[in-house]
Protein backbone atom coordinates (compact mmCIF):
# COMPACT_ATOMS: atom_id res chain seq x y z
CA UNK A 1 0.00 0.00 0.00
CA UNK A 2 1.42 3.35 -0.81
CA UNK A 3 1.21 5.84 2.07
CA UNK A 4 -1.78 8.05 0.07
CA UNK A 5 -3.61 5.21 1.26
CA UNK A 6 -2.25 4.70 4.53
CA UNK A 7 -3.28 8.29 5.62
CA UNK A 8 -6.87 7.77 4.49
CA UNK A 9 -7.32 4.60 6.07
CA UNK A 10 -6.47 6.28 9.28
CA UNK A 11 -8.78 9.00 8.05
CA UNK A 12 -11.30 7.18 8.76
CA UNK A 13 -11.20 7.86 12.65
CA UNK A 14 -13.14 10.50 13.87
CA UNK A 15 -10.98 12.43 16.73
CA UNK A 16 -11.23 15.37 18.95
CA UNK A 17 -8.50 18.03 17.95
CA UNK A 18 -6.28 19.36 20.61
CA UNK A 19 -3.16 22.15 21.14
CA UNK A 20 -0.44 20.65 22.95
CA UNK A 21 2.01 23.29 24.73
CA UNK A 22 4.48 24.15 26.43
CA UNK A 23 6.59 26.34 27.70
CA UNK A 24 10.57 27.69 27.27
CA UNK A 25 12.64 30.68 28.57
CA UNK A 26 9.21 32.18 29.67
CA UNK A 27 7.67 31.73 25.73
CA UNK A 28 4.94 29.91 25.19
CA UNK A 29 4.93 27.32 22.01
CA UNK A 30 1.83 25.34 20.77
CA UNK A 31 1.24 22.60 17.86
CA UNK A 32 -1.80 20.95 16.99
CA UNK A 33 -2.29 17.83 17.66
CA UNK A 34 -4.95 14.78 16.96
CA UNK A 35 -2.68 11.93 18.14
CA UNK A 36 -3.68 11.71 21.80
CA UNK A 37 -5.07 9.65 24.15
CA UNK A 38 -5.67 8.33 27.87
CA UNK A 39 -3.16 5.48 29.44
CA UNK A 40 -4.04 4.77 32.94
CA UNK A 41 -5.90 6.03 35.82
CA UNK A 42 -3.70 4.91 38.12
CA UNK A 43 -1.45 6.53 38.12
CA UNK A 44 -3.16 9.24 35.74
CA UNK A 45 -1.45 8.96 32.20
CA UNK A 46 -2.29 10.00 29.19
CA UNK A 47 -0.02 10.01 25.59
CA UNK A 48 0.75 12.60 22.68
CA UNK A 49 2.86 11.34 19.75
CA UNK A 50 4.97 14.14 18.18
CA UNK A 51 6.42 13.82 15.03
CA UNK A 52 10.36 14.09 14.41
CA UNK A 53 10.41 16.75 12.18
CA UNK A 54 8.01 18.99 14.47
CA UNK A 55 9.37 22.09 16.16
CA UNK A 56 7.63 20.86 19.64
CA UNK A 57 9.85 17.41 19.70
CA UNK A 58 12.88 19.54 20.65
CA UNK A 59 10.57 21.64 23.18
CA UNK A 60 8.88 19.18 25.06
CA UNK A 61 12.23 16.96 25.46
CA UNK A 62 14.03 20.21 27.09
CA UNK A 63 11.11 21.64 29.07
CA UNK A 64 9.97 17.99 29.97
CA UNK A 65 6.54 19.19 30.49
CA UNK A 66 3.50 19.99 28.12
CA UNK A 67 -0.36 20.41 28.59
CA UNK A 68 -3.14 19.61 26.29
CA UNK A 69 -5.85 21.33 25.37
CA UNK A 70 -8.46 19.74 23.85
CA UNK A 71 -10.49 22.73 21.83
CA UNK A 72 -14.49 23.49 21.32
CA UNK A 73 -16.35 23.43 17.98
CA UNK A 74 -15.51 27.52 18.16
CA UNK A 75 -11.80 26.94 18.28
CA UNK A 76 -11.28 25.75 14.50
CA UNK A 77 -8.94 28.72 14.24
CA UNK A 78 -6.95 28.22 17.05
CA UNK A 79 -6.20 25.03 15.60
CA UNK A 80 -5.08 26.22 12.15
CA UNK A 81 -3.27 28.83 14.02
CA UNK A 82 -1.26 26.00 15.61
CA UNK A 83 -1.31 23.70 12.47
CA UNK A 84 0.49 26.53 10.76
CA UNK A 85 -2.53 27.19 8.58
CA UNK A 86 -2.80 30.68 9.07
CA UNK A 87 0.17 32.38 8.01
CA UNK A 88 -0.79 36.18 9.27
CA UNK A 89 0.66 36.55 12.93
CA UNK A 90 -1.37 36.55 15.66
CA UNK A 91 -1.05 36.77 19.50
CA UNK A 92 -2.51 34.25 21.16
CA UNK A 93 -3.28 34.88 25.26
CA UNK A 94 -2.80 32.08 27.28
CA UNK A 95 -3.70 31.27 30.70
CA UNK A 96 -1.10 29.55 32.79
CA UNK A 97 -1.60 26.51 35.36
CA UNK A 98 1.32 25.48 37.21
CA UNK A 99 3.62 27.51 35.38
CA UNK A 100 2.64 26.39 31.88
CA UNK A 101 0.52 28.06 28.83
CA UNK A 102 -3.24 26.74 28.18
CA UNK A 103 -5.37 27.40 25.41
CA UNK A 104 -8.36 29.88 27.32
CA UNK A 105 -11.83 28.82 26.78
CA UNK A 106 -10.89 25.05 25.81
CA UNK A 107 -13.00 22.22 26.88
CA UNK A 108 -10.27 20.84 28.82
CA UNK A 109 -6.66 21.65 29.90
CA UNK A 110 -4.66 18.75 31.43
CA UNK A 111 -1.32 19.39 32.60
CA UNK A 112 1.46 17.01 32.58
CA UNK A 113 5.20 16.34 33.32
CA UNK A 114 7.05 13.96 30.86
CA UNK A 115 6.68 10.51 32.38
CA UNK A 116 8.65 8.08 29.87
CA UNK A 117 8.83 8.77 26.03
CA UNK A 118 9.59 6.02 23.51
CA UNK A 119 10.66 6.44 20.04
CA UNK A 120 8.46 4.72 17.19
CA UNK A 121 8.91 4.97 13.54
CA UNK A 122 8.97 8.75 12.63
CA UNK A 123 7.13 9.47 16.09
CA UNK A 124 8.19 10.05 19.69
CA UNK A 125 5.60 9.20 21.95
CA UNK A 126 5.47 10.75 25.43
CA UNK A 127 3.67 9.34 28.50
CA UNK A 128 2.69 12.44 30.74
CA UNK A 129 1.52 12.46 34.06
CA UNK A 130 -1.11 14.43 35.06
CA UNK A 131 -0.83 17.21 37.43
CA UNK A 132 -3.53 19.02 36.59
CA UNK A 133 -7.02 19.48 34.57
CA UNK A 134 -9.36 22.30 34.20
CA UNK A 135 -12.50 21.30 32.08
CA UNK A 136 -15.45 23.51 30.80
CA UNK A 137 -18.89 23.09 29.76
CA UNK A 138 -19.63 22.41 25.74
CA UNK A 139 -18.65 20.74 22.28
CA UNK A 140 -15.92 18.75 21.04
CA UNK A 141 -14.11 20.27 17.69
CA UNK A 142 -13.86 16.73 15.77
CA UNK A 143 -11.71 16.06 12.75
CA UNK A 144 -12.59 13.34 9.99
CA UNK A 145 -11.38 12.56 6.55
CA UNK A 146 -9.21 15.51 6.66
CA UNK A 147 -11.74 18.28 7.71
CA UNK A 148 -12.67 20.07 10.64
CA UNK A 149 -16.57 18.98 11.79
CA UNK A 150 -18.99 19.49 14.66
CA UNK A 151 -20.10 16.65 16.63
CA UNK A 152 -24.01 16.79 17.45
CA UNK A 153 -25.75 15.37 20.01
Same mark, same amino acid.
Given at each position: *????? !???? =?? @? !?????? #???? #? ?6 ? =?????? =? ?13 ? &???? =? ?8 ? !? ?7 ? /????? *????? /??? $????? &? !? ?16 ? +? @? #???? /? ?14 ? #?? +? $? ?6 ? $? ?8
Amino acid at each position: *MDDRA !FRNA =MG @K !FATGVT #VITT #VLEDEAHG =MTANAF =MSVSLNPRLVLISIG &EKAK =MLDKINESGK !FAVNILSDD /QKDLS *MHFAG /QIK $EKRQI &E !FDWINELPVIKNALTNIV +C @K #VHSK /QIVGDHTLFIGEVTDI #VT +C $EGAPLAFY $EGKYSKVFS
